[in-house]
């Protein structure tokens, strides 16, 4: 079974600081990685995806993030957080030989201050 | 339409009342996805559905869901017998059928039972 683990709840982060939102994956085989971001009464908006190649991957609003294969995680960042970057963010999982179940963890609120 | 449509975007129902709820994907998406979302909260997978293969129902919490699509486009998630524990808002989402494919969702539709 594929399962998806956002160790965080909150993440609260002054505007102007980087950022750093948690996840971790357990699969078996090789994963496909997601980020969706959800801003209030929104439906889930996709921030960015690792399929292969580069580790790094950047997506919109300047967000990026690093695919670990041996940590099994895959941190969402951003280099300096806005107030409008406050939202819920959900990081999810499709494995390669598992049909096409997309696995959500449970979120992680953030919280950028003036 | 551009994205995954929903309607209706609420509903108030009486508890033991029967509803639907209807989800339009985006063209020539052939996987369909319906999530539930308590209290914005994390995601909860309640059924999905990949072209003319059998659905994967085995988030459905109850024999009172259940769920169609219709002609590979269009699909309706019913609930019967609706409980004050089905307040929530059901999100759909669709995509293109490769698993490194994102996947997009619609604006939810905010379930309430009195």
């Known amino acids: 079974a594929q399962s998806v683990a956002q160790p965080e709840d909150q993440v609260n982060v002054a505007e102007g600081n980087p950022l750093t939102v948690k996840c971790t994956y357990s699969?078996?085989?090789?994963?496909?990685l997601f980020w969706y971001v959800q801003y209030p009464n929104r439906g889930l908006q996709f921030l960015l995806k690792?399929?292969?190649?580069?580790?790094l991957v950047k997506g919109s609003y300047g967000f990026e993030a690093e695919f670990n294969k041996s940590q099994t995680s895959f941190h969402l960042k951003k280099p300096s957080a806005l107030v409008s970057d406050s939202a819920l963010y959900f990081c999810?999982?499709?494995?390669?030989?598992?049909?096409?179940?997309?696995?959500f963890g449970g979120g992680t609120r953030l919280m950028v201050k003036p | 339409g551009a994205g995954v449509s929903q309607s209706p975007s609420n509903k108030v129902t009486e508890k033991g009342k029967d509803v639907e709820l209807r989800c339009d994907p985006i063209?020539?998406?052939?996987?369909l996805y319906w999530y539930r979302q308590s209290l914005g909260q994390g995601l909860e997978f309640l059924i999905y559905?990949?072209?003319?293969?059998?659905?994967?129902k085995s988030g459905l919490p109850s024999d009172r869901f259940s769920a169609e699509r219709t002609g590979g486009s269009v699909s309706t998630l019913t609930i019967q017998r609706t409980q004050q524990e089905d307040s929530a808002v059901y999100l759909c989402?669709?995509?293109?059928?490769?698993?490194?494919?994102?996947?997009?969702f619609g604006q939810g539709t905010r379930l309430t039972v009195v």
């Open positions: 063209s020539g998406h052939t996987a």
């Open positions: 559905f990949q072209g003319n293969s059998a659905p994967d």
């Open positions: 989402a669709s995509s293109l059928a490769g698993r490194n494919t994102e996947a997009f």
């Open positions: 690792y399929i292969t190649g580069d580790n």
């Open positions: 999810a999982v499709r494995v390669n030989n598992a049909g096409n179940m997309l696995t």
């Open positions: 699969v078996s085989g090789n994963p496909y």
